[in-house]
């Protein structure tokens, strides 16, 4: 157990500063968006012992995959490659005393650690991990997570190719950062997948089964970091740039949670 998070987390860490590496070159800190997702992933196989062979196993691993391709292809292709830099990283090295590429490297190996503890449900979930309910439920909210958070980050692409000035359309209208939610959502399910393990007695090393509830800080540590941290920034960047008319979308809006807009 402790062999697999060690190794998991020297891949991720290598990829960081591959990562931290490129956004020397292109100088976009903004790359390790990308990275995030890729490194998640990794962590993942590693954690779980490369490819599943049992059925409901794949299943987890492959809407793994497909979560993790679309998000960093949806960053890579609609910001990095359009030399987006992300507002949220300047203001943080702003407030660096020392040297700004030095806190860019360890702000990214700290994400990359952040990494490993997010992909740790797939250090319970087997190779034949058998179904039941928990699991069941939990395929079904990952699914429900990925397909919603692909359409609210198209309806913020398509907001900004209209040069719409605050996304309140679509999901947009009943959250203030419905693609975060829904993020935590995936999590949720991938946590209940890993605590599922516990259920049947389907892992290759019972000694770890009392451990499964260690799943359920992946998404217990998301939320706090979304909820702590990426959007109070994301708020206050948003109120310098757009003013009053995102303090009037404040009002009316729902800040995570979907929930009917108030008149």
């Known amino acids: 157990m402790v062999e697999s998070i060690v190794l998991s ?18 100088r976009n800190p903004s790359v390790i968006d990308v990275f995030w997702p890729i490194a998640i992933l ?6 779980s012992g490369g ?30 490659l359009h ?8 203001y943080l090295s702003d407030a660096w005393s020392g040297s700004n590429q030095f806190g860019f490297f360890i702000n990214f190996q700290l994400q990359g650690v952040l990494a490993v503890v997010i992909a740790m449900p797939f250090l319970f979930i087997d ?3 058998s179904l039941n309910v928990l699991n069941g439920l939990a395929i079904i909210i990952i699914i429900i997570g990925i397909m919603a958070e692909s359409v609210a980050d198209t309806q913020l692409i398509n907001a900004k190719d209209q ?14 950062h419905p693609n975060y939610f829904f993020e935590c959502l995936i999590w949720l399910g991938f946590g209940l997948a890993g605590w599922s393990a516990s259920l049947p007695s389907s892992l290759r090393d019972e000694s770890i089964l009392h451990f499964s509830w260690l ?18 920034l994301t708020e206050k960047l948003s109120i310098q740039a757009k003013g009053a008319a995102y303090r009037q979308y404040q009002q009316h809006t729902s800040m995570f949670i979907p929930l009917p807009p108030k008149k």
């Open 215 to 232: 799943s359920l800080l992946s998404p217990v540590l998301l939320l706090f970091i979304i909820l702590k941290i990426t959007i109070p």
């Open 163 to 176: 040069a719409i000035t605050v996304c309140n359309t679509g999901l947009w209208q009943y959250s203030r």
């Open 127 to 129: 190779h034949h991990l």
């Open 9 to 26: 987390w020297l891949l991720v860490a290598g990829l960081m500063f591959l990562a931290w590496c490129i956004g020397l070159l292109s």
């Open 83 to 90: 030399r987006h830099v992300d507002k949220r990283y300047i």
């Open 51 to 80: 490819i599943a062979t049992g059925v409901v196993s794949r299943l987890l691993q492959l809407l793994l995959l497909i979560w993790a391709v679309r998000l960093a292809g949806y960053l890579l292709f609609k910001r990095v």
């Open 42 to 47: 990794f962590a993942s196989l590693m954690l």
